[in-house]
């Protein structure tokens, strides 16, 4: 599957990693960064989206999406695992929930420029709609605010955001392994003004009450990247 991700933001919480196993499924093994775990809330819009060999669907190809992911590594595999995808396209959650078994929910979302220049920045909305589900909002705006540049083998960022594969697990406890392919983040150090963040409150991990968080997110910037997204395969 080819998609395009655009106006992305990395706003990265270290948490304490005791409360991160907790809430993470025990087939998946923490990974950490020089014995430090964090958490991302990352939003962003989706443009673009269709099977191989397959045009895209206007109703279908292009919506908004909200996550909230960590880190975990399985067989010497560094990889993402997923607390929760907001989407704000009713079909994207249906197929994220069912082919990737991706804890996908409804959202009502709203993404736009607050200029016309492409430093002007993105305004961002998400309230979840799913029934049953656990509430969760963010409301902020964000932006660029230096060049584009790739991150450095062996840094932070570049662990935190060079990432091949997505790991899930479904109803029958069994882990499944999703392969992605990119090129290297055309990252951008970020801005963000935040005004409500509740995405992870479910999971005991509440943004105001994470331990050295006092400065705020590390935050990065990213404007378009082309992805390609095989099918999960069970381990």
């Not at 790739?150 to 882990?175: K, M």
């Amino acid at each position: 599957m080819h998609q395009i991700w655009e106006d992305l933001l990395f706003a990265h919480y270290e948490v304490d990693a005791d409360r991160l196993r907790s809430v993470v499924p025990s087939q998946l093994p923490l990974d950490l960064f020089e014995g430090k775990a964090y958490i991302a809330v990352v939003p962003f819009r989706m443009r673009g989206i269709r099977p191989r060999y397959f045009p895209a669907v206007p109703w279908l190809s292009a919506f908004a999406e909200l996550n909230v992911r960590t880190y975990v590594q399985l067989d010497g595999r560094p990889g993402v695992y997923f607390f929760s995808l907001d989407a704000a396209n009713p079909v994207g959650v249906w197929l994220g929930y069912r082919w990737f078994h991706l804890p996908y929910r409804h959202a009502r979302m709203q993404c736009e420029a607050m200029g016309p220049d492409e430093n002007d920045g993105i305004r961002y909305y998400s309230h979840r709609t799913h029934r049953g589900a656990p509430a969760a909002d963010f409301v902020g705006d964000y932006g660029p605010t230096g060049p584009v540049y790739a991150a450095q083998p062996g840094s932070l960022e570049h662990w935190l955001t060079e990432r091949y594969c997505l790991y899930a697990i479904d109803p029958r406890g069994r882990v499944h392994r999703g392969e992605i392919h990119h090129a290297p983040w055309p990252l951008q150090p970020a801005r963000a003004q935040i005004s409500v963040n509740t995405m992870s409150a479910a999971y005991n991990l509440a943004e105001q009450d994470l331990p050295g968080n006092a400065s705020g997110p590390l935050l990065h910037f990213a404007r378009s990247i082309d992805v390609v997204v095989w099918p999960p395969t069970v381990l």
